[in-house]
């Protein structure tokens, strides 16, 4: 592996790379993968992928990476951290599992753990936010399982289907992470 890969216990986190396209075309194409995101974010051409997931994706603003198995080296998902925002110290959380094979919350536990880690030990941030689609029951007990609280809806937040859907608002200070 390279030097700006990222080890986890069962995952590799590296920068967006070109290989992770043909994946996440697949992906944002897939109606069992793409049914709690926003409509904007879904059956994309490889060039509005580009444009959202540009490679090296790590800047002020944002820190995007892709997941990788690490006994197969194969790409399974995306995550980062997004909206950086180093006055107010905070930022947006952000995962999508595309391999199917991997939905079985482990893999998005050990993601979503390296974020908050990576959020609160490196980049001294305060607080972290989740912005879910209410219907998404598996990340809201996830998200409740790495101690994120419910801070509200979001009224009308996403567009699914042309049609508006609220979102629950979660967020975690570095003071109530457990690195367990």
């Known amino acids: 592996m390279e030097k700006n890969v990222i080890m986890g ?3 590799c986190f590296e920068p967006i790379k070109e290989k992770i396209y043909p994946f996440l075309i697949n992906w ?3 109606p069992d993968i793409i049914k709690f995101l926003d409509d904007f974010e ?3 051409t ?9 490679l090296h994706s790590i800047d002020t603003k944002n820190m995007l990476f892709t997941i990788i198995e690490k ?6 998902g995306i ?19 595309g391999d199917k094979k991997y939905w079985n919350g482990i893999t998005a536990l050990e993601s979503e ?23 998404n029951k598996g990340q809201i007990l996830l998200i409740e399982r790495l ?7 979001l009224k009308n937040h996403f567009i699914q289907n042309g049609k508006y859907i609220d979102a629950s608002l979660y967020s975690i200070l570095s003071s109530e992470f457990k690195y367990f």
């Open 9 to 11: 216990k069962n995952l």
């Open 28 to 30: 944002l194409n897939d």
């Open 42 to 44: 879904c059956k994309l």
């Open 46 to 54: 490889l060039k509005k992928i580009k444009e959202i997931y540009p």
């Open 71 to 76: 006994n197969t080296k194969q790409p399974i």
């Open 79 to 97: 995550c980062g951290l997004q909206k950086i925002d180093n006055n107010k110290k905070n930022s947006l959380l952000r995962i999508i599992i």
């Open 113 to 135: 753990k390296f974020l908050l880690k990576f959020a609160f030990n490196k980049l001294k941030l305060n607080k972290v936010y989740s912005i879910i689609n209410v219907n």
């Open 147 to 153: 101690g994120m609280k419910k801070d509200g809806i």
